[in-house]
């Protein structure tokens, strides 16, 4: 499960509260495709049925190669006030004087979340939504498509107006106008090669020149191809699946840049942006919604749900604890739960949650997942717990085939084991045939390519997720694997052009031996290994669990390349990556000559129970090579006294005080 994503959405200066009051009533529209819970009357949360709807049609006519089917309809919360809004809205937005949200498109791996205020002013207060709509719709597809053009057409999309007998695309818009009007045009040699690196891309900020003339040139090429019957735009598009450099496929498919330029600042002075009608209504049929009033629970299972997913975690639980006062067994309360402890990253309670769920109905989709995820995050899982982990996961995918998390779940928890790498390889396949656009799961790929010997195919599917990314957090973690494996084969370069030996290592912080080598390989061995340190600031928050860390093992045993590719925070991450530079590895052979090795180790942060000081003072000691301590440590960790039971820690440390010289 990786890290949210939230996309604030279009802002209007707010200077003081509503003065409508909010009422206690929900009631959900369930539709094909969505699920419209509201505050408002049948009339207002049907006519948001309706837009939404309306709008995936349009986008599924526009873009059929589409896979716009989800494992989970996307959760709309439609609210009749500004007061509704706010008890919603994240709290960076909430207080005095502050901006004031119209809508907000939350996405998460499992599911996504809307929340919109419903008669809100405006030409067009669906705009925001469209806009990330159309993002969403780009992810389901196989095409990859550049920064400007990705942020154009989605600008092109905002506007649409659904009619009665006709779709109208590409209406203009006076804010971007503006923009245009008041700003000087980037050269398209900047424009066409804006990434997520650059200074003019910025989520925050879609009222910059760089979105205003995204829009102007996707609108201006558009136009062109439908007056003169090319296909312009789309040469541009195929050309950069081929691996094309953007400014030469932009250069084959739209001539002269120069010339466009001109054309561009013409087309942008004269305002005359062409409108498209789509002849047909739109294949939404109200005869298929479902509308129900919502239980005081139910409603306040939905309202923590979007909580949950917009930073607002114990405002959740607050709301799911009442929930359960008054409904025990309420199975999807526990779910959420389960979830905000996940988020929390306080994986044993996550893991209590959930188990309850399932208890109550076996068929819980959300506590099977995650049980799972927070079994895998939590580490070291012995036999029975590695079990439940693929039985659950196996369980999801029987009860919703395109739950896509679910095979990419299971397809890494594969590859970090090093262990039925066949299956794992077939599972993200799926994964990424049922989310083609969706660059952690790409990834995953590569984790799992690179556990099967593959690197030089990992770096490549690596490049091409590089350039599907759109926030910073999503770029930060696919340039860190992919950083590693070009490192990798930087190492493998100076000894004779060896292959890799990729070693996947269970959750072990004292360097336990990789599993899957052949006869002829032999893994990196740890000989010595000290512990990563607790930062007050973690101790205090009581902060547990793991941090994976890749890192390269050189021929001469020394670690090199250390990069936190799943973290902890609060200071954790910087604690693991000075302890793991401190240690000291037997390379890796094969064929009885020594490689360059990659390895991707668990270290897990566990703060001790009620002998606290004790252990603290045996760590230091361990770590300066008492055998003494590292035995008796060993000793705690095989025994589960006074602190987690963790086997794998325990013969690591054995081991050591035992090569210390300890009989």
């Not at 539709?31 to 505050?39: E, M």
């Not at 008054?326 to 526990?334: F, G």
């Not at 989310?435 to 556990?451: F, K, N, T």
């Not at 006869?519 to 994976?548: D, F, H, K, M, N």
Request: proline share 5%.
């Amino acid at each position: 499960m990786t890290v949210r994503i939230i996309l604030l959405l279009y802002v209007l200066a707010a200077f003081g509260p509503s003065g409508v009051a909010q009422t206690d009533a929900w009631l959900q529209v369930r539709t094909p495709h969505f699920l419209i819970a509201s505050n408002s009357t049948e009339k207002e949360a049907s006519r948001a049925a309706r837009q939404f709807e309306g709008m995936r049609s349009v986008f599924q006519r526009v873009f059929p190669d589409a896979q716009l089917d989800t494992a989970a309809p996307m959760l709309v919360l439609a609210v009749q006030d500004k007061a509704a809004l706010r008890e919603l809205e994240p709290e960076a937005y909430l207080g005095n004087g502050r901006l004031n949200l119209v809508g907000l498109f939350v996405s998460a791996p499992e599911k996504n979340y809307v929340l919109i205020l419903l008669n809100a002013t405006g030409a067009q207060p669906y705009a925001p939504i469209y806009h990330e709509y159309a993002h969403f719709v780009f992810s389901r597809t196989h095409q990859w498509m550049p920064v400007w053009f990705s942020e154009g057409i989605a600008e092109f999309y905002q506007n649409t107006e659904i009619l009665d007998d006709k779709v109208r695309l590409g209406k203009g818009d006076p804010n971007i106008q503006y923009v245009l009007e008041h700003n000087a045009l980037l050269p398209l040699s900047t424009l066409l090669a804006v990434d997520q690196h650059s200074p003019y891309y910025h989520e925050d900020d879609k009222g910059s020149i760089f979105y205003s003339e995204s829009w102007a040139l996707a609108h201006h090429l558009k136009d062109q191809d439908d007056l003169e019957g090319t296909h312009r735009l789309t040469d541009y598009i195929d050309l950069l699946q081929t691996n094309v450099e953007p400014l030469a496929a932009a250069t084959q498919a739209f001539g002269d840049l120069a010339q466009l330029q001109q054309d561009l600042k013409k087309y942008v002075v004269t305002g005359q942006y062409a409108v498209s009608d789509l002849p047909g209504s739109t294949d939404v049929d109200d005869s298929s919604f479902v509308v129900q009033p919502l239980t005081s629970a139910q409603s306040g299972t939905i309202r923590a749900e979007f909580l949950a997913h917009d930073d607002r975690e114990q405002d959740a639980r607050a709301l799911l604890q009442g929930v359960l006062h008054d409904d025990p067994a309420n199975v999807a309360a526990r779910e959420v739960m389960g979830y905000v402890a996940f988020r929390q990253q306080n994986f044993a309670e996550a893991q209590k949650w959930c188990l309850e769920a399932i208890k109550l109905d076996p068929s819980s989709l959300m506590g099977h997942f995650i049980f799972a995820a927070a079994s895998i995050r939590k580490g070291a899982p012995d036999k029975a717990t590695q079990a439940s982990i693929e039985e659950s996961l196996h369980t999801v995918m029987k009860l919703n085939p395109s739950f896509v998390q679910a095979y990419d779940a299971l397809a890494t928890f594969y590859a970090m084991r090093g262990t039925k790498l066949a299956e794992a390889n077939q599972l993200i396949q799926k994964a990424i045939q049922l989310a083609p656009g969706v660059p952690e799961i790409r990834a995953d790929e590569a984790q799992v390519l690179s556990s099967m010997h593959k690197n030089k195919e990992a770096i490549e599917v690596l490049e091409l997720a590089l350039k599907m990314t759109h926030t910073p957090e999503q770029t930060a973690e696919v340039e860190n694997v992919l950083q590693s494996l070009r490192q990798l084969e930087a190492e493998q370069a100076k000894a004779r052009g060896r292959s890799a030996i990729f070693v996947r290592q269970g959750a072990a912080s004292s360097g336990s031996a990789g599993q899957g080598a052949s006869s002829s390989e032999t893994p990196p061995r740890a000989i010595y290994s000290p512990q990563a340190e607790y930062t007050e600031e973690a101790r205090v928050a009581r902060l547990e669990g793991v941090c994976v860390v890749s890192l390269v093992v050189g021929i001469d045993g020394k670690p090199s390349n250390i990069v936190v590719t799943k973290k902890l925070g609060m200071g954790l991450d910087e604690k693991a990556v000075q302890a793991m530079s401190k240690w000291k590895f037997e390379p890796a052979h094969r064929n009885g000559k020594p490689v360059a090795t990659r390895l991707t180790l668990n270290l897990q942060f566990k703060i001790f129970g009620g002998n606290t000081e004790k252990f603290v003072e045996l760590s230091e000691r361990a770590r300066d090579g008492d055998a003494a301590s590292e035995f008796e440590l060993a000793k705690a960790f095989f025994e589960g006294r006074d602190i987690p039971k963790d086997e794998a820690q325990g013969m690591a440390l054995l081991e050591r005080a035992a090569r210390s010289g300890l009989p």
